[in-house]
């Protein structure tokens, strides 16, 4: 069964400072991939789609890269808004549409 | 704009049941897959079910096959959860989702918390 592993669990940044999230599949799920931003008693927000594509009203400081079974979520530079947990998810081997296990990003 | 409002959780015993509703508005209800996912407390998010846009395909977690059943009323614009036999690891909020045509989950519900405990 597809397996989706992100790292770090937890990633400590400084408002400002470069976050870089990884998320690796167990088989390859071409460019299906998508990733989520949830907060402390809020529903997941979708950020990207296909990989690297964002989503409407996404802050460009958002980027997604990568295909097959190796991607990245990176934030340039972290606002205090964005300290929050990120999931990626893949949606090309279907069902399920199976979650990581989140990151937490906290200060 | 795309509104899921989801309704019908609470407290339910071991072996109860529950039905879980999400009504839809803003978008052309007919055209996409609706789906299910759950969040324990303080953990990640579990995808639960899917249904697509007829409602002649559903997909479950292998964790509650058997147990759960997902439905649409496309005349009502609604899915349905329906629960039974629920155990204590059933416990967590329930957002119902809406793919974008892709498979990536555009939009979100604000969640229905299930409680399952004696």
């Known amino acids: 069964e597809m397996v989706m592993t992100q790292s770090p669990a937890t990633l400590s940044v400084s408002p400002g400072e470069r976050a870089t999230l990884s998320c690796r599949a167990s088989?390859?799920?071409?460019?299906?991939l998508a990733w989520y931003q949830q907060k402390p008693g809020q529903a997941p927000r979708l950020l990207i789609y296909?990989?690297?594509t964002r989503a409407t009203g996404v802050p460009a400081r958002f980027s997604g890269s990568g295909s097959g079974t190796e991607f990245t979520l990176t934030i340039s530079s972290l606002q205090s808004e964005d300290f929050a947990v990120y999931y990626c998810?893949?949606?090309?081997?279907?069902?399920?549409?199976?979650f990581g296990g989140g990151t937490k990003v906290e200060i | 704009e795309v509104q899921l409002v989801e309704s019908g959780g609470g407290l339910v015993q071991p072996g109860g049941s529950l039905r879980l509703s999400c009504a839809a508005s803003g978008f052309k209800f007919t055209s996409y897959e609706m789906n299910w996912v759950r969040q324990a407390p303080g953990k990640g998010l579990e995808w639960v079910s899917s249904?697509?846009?007829?409602?002649?395909?559903?997909h479950y977690a292998d964790s509650v096959k058997g147990r759960f059943t997902i439905s649409r009323d496309n005349t009502k614009n609604s899915v349905y959860l329906q629960m039974n036999n629920l155990r204590a690891e059933d416990t967590a909020v329930y957002y119902c989702?809406?793919?974008?045509?892709?498979?990536?989950?555009?939009?979100w519900g604000q969640g229905t918390l299930v409680t399952v405990s004696s």
């Open positions: 998810q893949q949606y090309n081997n279907w069902p399920p549409h199976i």
């Open positions: 296909g990989a690297s």
């Open positions: 989702a809406r793919e974008g045509g892709g498979g990536a989950y555009f939009y």
């Open positions: 249904i697509i846009s007829t409602g002649y395909t559903v």
């Open positions: 088989q390859s799920v071409s460019s299906n």
